[in-house]
């Protein structure tokens, strides 16, 4: 009997297991679930003013999420994403506010810088064959110094929306009459798109995969892997500077020094969504669903009473969550 | 006969401590399938990856189609048709069967990958060798044996004109054997030229033309295969005796008593309802291929992995093994197929890894008593004839098997009962290995008692005074080793669900 009632325990725990494997849709019905509960516990949540907040906060998530998918496609991990977003939006501002460079030029270095820092993660990671944990660490160290001194230690802005050059906002949010409308949203589906598509039926994408899924397999087949796993990191970089505009377009003030802990909510959405820190498996759609369940996680819980400390707690409890998820699936594959 | 299409001459290649290839010669014909055999060691497998440039050899030439050449790595070897088929493989889990056989060379349309093309090619390739599978379905989710087709089909679609095959019937099931034997010899009707290597005799038979023996690294001789006898191959291979014969029968008495007995062990999907007893002064052989859940039952009995359910029995007492340490106080010891993994600390002295598992004895007080550790260390140094210049010596700086002595040394200080050795003599030369040997039928003179996994057939049966056969996580079967044969065991080991 006893043994009956064992060998039944690992059935549901099988049938758990392959759930999560269709984890995508858990995913969303835990979204869906975690908004009506907010609505419910809070009458000021449910309001256009919320959606707008969620969907303000969602652009820059987005794009550093997008981008670490790619290196934790290749088995890796950045976590220079979040303090170098930051960085490079700082040095873009400096760009246009102290010296008055156009808002045009601003960005495009915030992107370059982004690329340079992704190159250097790359150049670490794919041929000095550090941890990427540690040279990424250390990269992020170094993007968080960067970001004070060439600011001089000050706060700044980009220029305001009303400002005669403050046309960039609206790539992000347009005012229509007296309501305000989620344009980024238009940016945030073209990058899920472009970037699915890079990922599943290109070169690029393919061997980020292989690699990920056993590099030797992949070298041994003739793939340039030292390339490939370099780009991995070029396209996290990319999408760090993108991240670094859609923050300056959301954000009134950007403070030297700030930006540390972004990554996690950014890997945390990667890993909710099925991307394995293991390499191999995951998808951008997964990423994006994973960065909206933190999106509203992130905005519901101050309506509820949990202000900052509790949300970095909570946030934490989340990854160790589907960090083991993660290793439950990547077992029961092995 | 067909002509020379490859021609390997004077190849010379040493690694640190061991001359792997000394002078060896190679001759490979097209339309014929070339058996390239010798006991594990003998350079089979090096010889083949400096053929395709995974290796740079030291001295020697290769001529391929009549001009020399030398490889710089595997890919530019197969777009020049050399190409080889793993004996591990070498796939990408997480891709489609199509994508893992069109890796590095993807059919484009523009600049998107042709998904839809490459699962008509593989399809294709599928069909002109008559397997069946579908290329859309994901490599990990595969059965060894299918993703062994994968990876020949693979090495065709390469459009190559040399195919190795290395030990490419490790892990089939004998109908999986039957399949891939019908494609090498399509193959060879296509003036494809191949090597073969192999342990077993009656698929050497079966399938080759010619017998290239290989032994320690050096080149003794070839043979026709239909002209020569089975017992002619083994003695080129063999050469000098330094083997006992195989045990013709048991040593233990049938009324020994029962030292570890294991109830319906169940870990994961490599272990389901295991069973067997273990008798005291016995060695007991745990055979199988590669995958059939021998290491994974030996760990889970050892407390290494979790197991979901079972019960053990230690002379006639039931215990409870949640842990390594609950199994080292039970008096087993374990010995890893993995050494350098698990089995020693190669950075640390012979007298630091003797003494690590016994912590306790050596203490006096809070220090490590240094003097007492060296003491026990030379015992066992000599006991085992380690050949070591000092007790002080880093193990990395010691041969295969003498390390492997060291992690002996280790379990002995525990004065462990039940000795599991797995996989006791992988990656040792022939002279340490019959030292091992040796070591261990005095080991159960003592009144120990050993379970010896073991992937070399010749070993389970000069070995074992008792035979389990495992396959795919199952016991499929238990033989006295007075009816144990080759063909018995691999009968029972490819006794698949």
Known sequence: MADNKKKSNALTNNALVKKIGGQQLVVILVMIALFIFFCVASESFGQYSTIVSIMDFSYYVTFIAIGVTFALMTGGNDLSIGTGMVCYSLIGGFLISKLGLPVGVGMIVTILCGMLMGTLNGFLVAVLELPPFIATLCTMMIVRGLGSIITGGVSLSWPAADAANGWFRSFFKMTVGNTKVPVGVVWIILAVIIMSIILTKTKPGRYIIAIGSNKEAARLSGVNVIKWHMLAYIICGFFTGLAGIAYAGTFQTLTPGTGAGLELDAICAAIIGGTSMYGGQGTIVGTLIGVFLMCILKTGLPYIGLQANWQQIIIGMVLILAVLMDVLRTKKRA | ?497
């Not at chain 2, 490599?139 to 090495?155: F, R, S």
């Not at chain 2, 070993?459 to 016991?475: H, N, Q, T, Y």
């Open chain 2, 1 to 497: 006969m067909g002509e020379v299409i490859l021609t390997m001459k004077g190849i010379d290649k040493s690694f640190p401590g061991v001359h792997a290839l000394d002078h060896v010669d190679l001759e490979i014909r097209k339309g014929e399938v070339l058996a390239l055999m010798g006991e594990n060691g003998a350079g089979k497998s090096t010889l083949m990856k400096v053929l395709t440039g995974i290796y740079k050899k030291d001295e020697g030439t290769i001529t391929y189609e009549g001009k020399e050449v030398e490889f710089e790595n595997p890919s530019a070897a197969q777009d020049a048709g050399v190409v080889i088929v793993h004996q591990e493989l070498n796939m990408l889990s997480h891709l489609t069967v199509a994508q893992n056989i069109f890796i590095g060379r993807e059919i484009m349309k523009g600049k998107l990958i042709d998904d839809e093309k490459m699962n008509e090619e593989a399809k294709k390739l599928f069909d002109k060798l008559n397997i069946e599978i579908d290329p859309k379905e994901i490599m990990g989710n595969l059965t060894v044996g299918k993703q062994q087709m994968c990876e020949i089909a693979k090495a065709i679609s390469h459009d190559a004109k040399v195919i190795i095959f290395d030990e490419p019937s490790a892990a089939l099931t004998e109908a999986e054997i039957e399949e891939l034997f019908k494609i090498i010899r399509d193959l060879r009707d296509k003036q494809i030229g191949m090597v073969y290597i192999s342990h077993r005799m009656d698929e050497i038979k079966a399938i080759t033309d010619r017998v290239t023996v290989m032994r320690d690294g050096t080149y003794v001789g070839t043979l026709i295969t239909k002209d020569s006898t089975k017992d002619d191959i083994i003695n080129m291979m063999v050469g000098r005796v330094i083997y006992e014969d195989p045990k013709t029968e048991s040593a233990v008495p049938k009324d020994a008593p029962v030292v570890l007995k294991v109830e319906n062990l169940n870990a994961g999907k490599m272990v389901r309802n295991v069973s067997f007893e273990l008798r005291k002064g016995e060695i007991l052989g745990f055979s199988g291929l590669m995958g059939a859940g021998r290491t994974e039952t030996m760990r889970a009995l050892f407390g290494a992995d979790e197991k979901d359910s079972g019960d053990v029995y230690i002379n006639g007492k039931k215990v409870d093994i949640k842990c390594p340490q609950d199994a080292v106080k039970e008096g087993i010891g374990y010995l890893s197929e993995d050494r350098k993994r698990y089995g020693i600390v190669v950075a640390k002295s012979v007298a630091e890894n003797t003494s690590m598992a016994t912590m306790e004895n050596f203490m006096n007080g809070l220090f490590i008593n240094k003097k007492k550790e060296e003491e026990v260390s030379w015992q066992h140094v000599k006991a085992l004839k380690t050949k070591t210049p000092t007790v002080e010596t880093e193990v990395v700086n010691l041969s295969g098997g003498n390390q492997q002595k060291v992690v002996i040394a280790k379990w002995l200080t525990r004065d462990c009962d039940i000795l599991i050795f797995d996989e006791p003599t992988r990656g040792i030369d022939v002279g340490a290995k019959s030292e091992i040997y040796t070591l261990m039928n005095e080991l159960v003179a003592q009144g120990k008692s050993i379970i010896m996994v073991s992937s070399e057939m010749t070993e389970v049966l000069r070995m074992s005074d008792r035979v389990i056969v495992m396959c795919e996580g199952r016991k499929t079967g238990e033989l006295d080793i007075s009816e144990a044969t080759q063909e018995s065991i691999m009968h029972l080991a490819t006794q698949r669900d």
